[in-house]
């Protein structure tokens, strides 16, 4: 699955959605109160609020929400794996 294929199955309106999610995740990943595990959840969740709010309460708008989580949640990743000097 290419990088085109992801962007395909999420509503162009929300890619900044995902822009956010990535920035709340490295804001909530610099705060020592917040549990590592925790921010995946928090994550998705603003992503679930937010792509409600633009695309309107359906069942279609989560799932775009959780897509946006997810998608955020793995570039970060990858960068972070990419560039992390391994041990």
Known sequence: MSWDDITDLI????M???????????????TPAVPDW???YAVTGVAIICSCLIL??????????????AVSVY???????TFTKRK
């Open 56 to 69: 309107g309460f359906d069942v279609q708008s989560v799932l775009q929400g959780v897509l946006c989580g």
């Open 16 to 30: 900044i959605v995902v822009a956010a999610c990535w920035v709340i995740g490295y804001m909530l990943k610099q």
């Open 11 to 14: 509503d162009p309106r929300l």
């Open 75 to 81: 570039g970060n990743q990858v960068v972070k794996q």
């Open 38 to 40: 925790s921010i995946v």
